[in-house]
């Protein structure tokens, strides 16, 4: 309640409904003041449908998008299209950071199989360990199921890594088969502009051509 | 004069903020400009060329443009990329705990040179050393004495006379050691430590890692200077080490 008098003092005056909406659109990821300002101006001058589908939509967010019980993607029936399928490869997990990555992947059209999405990665430094994201979860759905291969497609970077490195302690003994996403030069980039770890591991997992 | 709109230092990057859709923002401790802050644009995207030479725990070379609050990245070329560490489970832990000490103990823009040698030196040991433990306590007690904060290891902060080779106790609080007297007139906690445990840390304090290196330190004896250090470390910065409970889950 604090920031809200905060807020109110530091905008020039308008009216109530308006000073509420903009405090709201200025608490989303990457809206500043201005942004917000401008953006509260702009529906007040809109359709009345555009403002109605915009809060529907904002509403319908919340109330229909859970959690898939298996794979923990954002869908609104549980389990989710992919978890349902009978079309995909059910012996093949692929584990991934977050659900925006697995909207990468199927845009690729090149994976058939099943995914687990972890919901973050392990960041010591941050203070989030094995127990903060889906590790437990996932464990459980690799004992009780015939899985036959696991892909790491954690990101690259040293949390991702490091995720991956912790995954594949614990699911090595359990005699899966366990790959990780070849990690190399991206497609349309100059070689000049590599860094070592990716020119070490482009070159190591070098392909008969 | 004014400062120059570009300038180049070499870095190693110690902390990795994300920012809005792609960008980051990059803590580097440098060894003329200490602890410094760069903003680097698009870090995140897959294609971005300087991501690479910019991950953590990379030593790099560091081009910076003046900015109005925070000064922008401009290029960046690896020195040594640690590879090691960026592929053990283990020794990225015992390297982001490093890293992190680093970060919380040093304030912005202080030179101090001695402190760089120090991280770049630990950094390039955790490739190699098999003494991973006694390298953490040998970096914690250097960092201690680079930020100021060394212990009082040769006599009792009390009554200042030499130590005995007798249980004494270390005082957080006091900042050293107290003798057996001393420590239970004292009112801050203190931690009895054994005479091993007194003489590790001496010679830790005092002789450069070539000679500790070749101590064989037992598990018990390990595991006291460690509770020892950390709980030092906790009570001046008044806070967890985060890491520290992550290599903690790792041991078990």
């Given at each position: 309640?604090k920031?809200?008098?905060?807020l109110?003092?530091?905008?020039p005056?308008?009216?109530?409904?308006?000073?509420?909406?903009?405090h709201?659109?200025s608490?989303?990821?990457?809206i500043?003041?201005?942004s917000?300002?401008?953006?509260?101006?702009?529906?007040?001058?809109?359709?009345?449908?555009?403002a109605?589908?915009?809060?529907?939509?904002?509403?319908?967010?919340?109330?229909?998008?859970t959690?898939?019980?298996?794979?923990f993607n954002?869908?609104d029936?549980?389990p989710?299209?992919?978890?349902?399928?009978?079309?995909?490869?059910r012996?093949q997990i692929?584990?991934?950071e977050?659900p925006?990555?697995i909207?990468?992947?199927?845009?690729?059209r090149i994976?058939r199989g099943?995914?687990?999405v972890?919901?973050?990665?392990?960041?010591?430094?941050?203070?989030?360990?094995?127990?903060?994201?889906?590790?437990?979860?996932?464990?459980?759905?690799?004992?009780?199921?015939?899985?036959?291969e696991v892909?790491l497609?954690?990101?690259?970077?040293?949390?991702g890594?490091q995720?991956?490195?912790?995954?594949?302690?614990?699911i090595?003994?359990?005699?899966?088969?366990?790959?990780?996403?070849?990690?190399?030069l991206?497609f349309?980039?100059?070689?000049?502009?590599?860094?070592?770890v990716?020119?070490t591991?482009?070159?190591?997992g070098?392909?008969?051509? | 004069?004014?400062?120059?709109?570009n300038?180049?230092?070499?870095?190693?990057?110690?902390?990795?903020?994300k920012?809005?859709?792609a960008d980051?923002?990059?803590?580097?401790?440098?060894?003329?400009?200490?602890?410094?802050?760069?903003?680097?644009?698009?870090?995140?995207?897959t294609?971005?060329?300087?991501?690479?030479?910019?991950?953590?725990?990379?030593?790099?070379q560091?081009?910076?443009?003046?900015?109005?609050?925070?000064?922008t990245?401009?290029g960046?070329?690896t020195?040594t990329?640690?590879?090691?560490?960026k592929?053990d489970l283990?020794?990225?832990?015992?390297?982001?705990?490093?890293i992190?000490?680093?970060?919380q103990f040093t304030?912005?823009?202080?030179?101090n040179?001695?402190?760089?040698?120090?991280?770049?030196?630990?950094?390039?040991?955790?490739c190699?050393?098999?003494?991973?433990?006694?390298?953490?306590?040998y970096?914690?007690?250097?960092?201690?004495e680079t930020?100021?904060?060394?212990?009082?290891?040769?006599?009792?902060?009390?009554?200042?006379?030499?130590?005995?080779?007798?249980?004494?106790?270390?005082?957080a609080g006091?900042?050293?050691?107290?003798?057996p007297?001393?420590?239970?007139t004292?009112?801050s906690t203190t931690?009895?430590?054994?005479?091993?445990a007194q003489?590790?840390?001496?010679?830790?304090?005092?002789?450069?890692?070539d000679?500790?290196?070749?101590?064989?330190?037992?598990p018990e004896?390990?595991s006291?200077?460690e509770?020892?250090m950390r709980s030092?470390?906790r009570?001046?910065?008044?806070?967890?080490?985060k890491?520290?409970?992550?290599?903690?889950?790792?041991?078990?």
């Amino acid at each position: 309640m604090k920031a809200k008098i905060v807020l109110n003092q530091s905008l020039p005056q308008t009216a109530e409904p308006i000073n509420k909406l903009i405090h709201e659109f200025s608490k989303l990821p990457g809206i500043g003041p201005k942004s917000a300002q401008r953006i509260a101006y702009y529906l007040l001058r809109a359709q009345e449908d555009q403002a109605k589908l915009l809060s529907e939509a904002i509403l319908s967010v919340k109330q229909q998008i859970t959690l898939c019980s298996g794979c923990f993607n954002v869908t609104d029936s549980d389990p989710c299209h992919i978890c349902r399928s009978t079309e995909r490869n059910r012996n093949q997990i692929c584990i991934v950071e977050q659900p925006q990555d697995i909207l990468a992947l199927e845009h690729t059209r090149i994976y058939r199989g099943l995914y687990h999405v972890l919901h973050g990665a392990i960041s010591p430094t941050e203070g989030v360990g094995s127990d903060d994201i889906r590790i437990r979860e996932l464990m459980e759905r690799l004992q009780g199921n015939q899985i036959n291969e696991v892909i790491l497609a954690t990101n690259t970077n040293l949390e991702g890594e490091q995720t991956a490195l912790y995954l594949q302690r614990l699911i090595a003994p359990m005699g899966i088969k366990l790959t990780r996403l070849a990690r190399g030069l991206p497609f349309g980039t100059e070689l000049e502009y590599a860094d070592d770890v990716t020119l070490t591991r482009a070159f190591e997992g070098r392909q008969e051509f | 004069m004014t400062s120059p709109r570009n300038y180049q230092t070499e870095a190693i990057i110690i902390k990795k903020t994300k920012l809005g859709e792609a960008d980051s923002i990059l803590t580097l401790y440098t060894p003329h400009l200490g602890k410094i802050q760069g903003f680097a644009k698009s870090l995140r995207k897959t294609k971005s060329k300087l991501a690479g030479h910019l991950e953590l725990l990379t030593h790099s070379q560091v081009s910076f443009a003046r900015g109005k609050n925070l000064d922008t990245i401009t290029g960046s070329q690896t020195i040594t990329s640690f590879l090691p560490l960026k592929t053990d489970l283990e020794l990225t832990s015992y390297a982001l705990y490093v890293i992190e000490l680093v970060n919380q103990f040093t304030p912005d823009h202080l030179e101090n040179r001695p402190l760089f040698q120090l991280l770049l030196g630990t950094l390039e040991h955790l490739c190699q050393t098999s003494g991973r433990e006694l390298l953490l306590r040998y970096f914690e007690m250097h960092l201690l004495e680079t930020s100021g904060y060394r212990p009082q290891l040769q006599q009792c902060l009390s009554c200042k006379t030499p130590l005995q080779p007798v249980i004494n106790s270390f005082s957080a609080g006091a900042g050293g050691m107290l003798c057996p007297d001393c420590s239970q007139t004292h009112s801050s906690t203190t931690t009895p430590l054994t005479v091993n445990a007194q003489k590790v840390l001496r010679l830790l304090q005092a002789d450069d890692y070539d000679t500790v290196s070749r101590l064989r330190v037992p598990p018990e004896l390990s595991s006291e200077l460690e509770r020892v250090m950390r709980s030092y470390l906790r009570y001046l910065l008044e806070r967890e080490v985060k890491s520290a409970a992550w290599l903690d889950s790792l041991k078990r």
